[in-house]
């Protein structure tokens, strides 16, 4: 007998490079906001943080590097995924932001971004590779644990008063 398969929507991968971070933008701002809701300390800072200082900084830590953007597209051209990621002069690879919606999170998507952002870093030859979860988002290390991604330290930041 066939194998069953679960109808899973099909899904279209293009990247780019930092010219592509404005298509990102509704995606981040729903990832801002989960951010300012798990955030224990810093909702402050989620709640002033806008799109264009995101990606001032990603575009300025990667200065002398490049930026790639991947997204993921439905059947009917709905961004529904992305992943941005950077290396900088010194050879730093950085998963600067990913995000899938929650409908269709659990097919894969978030994988082959991360697929597609880790194999893009390899070739540019990263030394290193990094990503920053927010305190809060702790949910998040089993799937980056998944790619080789474990905690090494914590930085603590003084809250201004």
Known sequence: MGEHLVNKPRIKYVHGD????????VLWETLNRHHLSVSPYFKDYYLTLTFEERKH?????????????????????????????????????????????????????????????LAWLNCKGAKKKIVSVAVGNEQAYGFYSRFGFLPRRTLLEQKKQ
């Open 18 to 25: 930092g010219g592509m971070l404005d298509e990102i933008k």
């Open 57 to 117: 900084a990603i575009l300025q830590r990667a200065s002398g590097g490049e930026v790639r953007v991947d997204l993921a597209l439905d059947a009917s051209g709905e961004l529904v995924g992305y992943c941005v990621s950077s290396i900088d002069r010194w050879l730093t690879g950085e998963i600067d932001s990913i995000f899938v919606t929650a409908k269709y999170r659990g097919q894969g998507i978030g994988r082959a971004l991360m697929e597609k952002a």
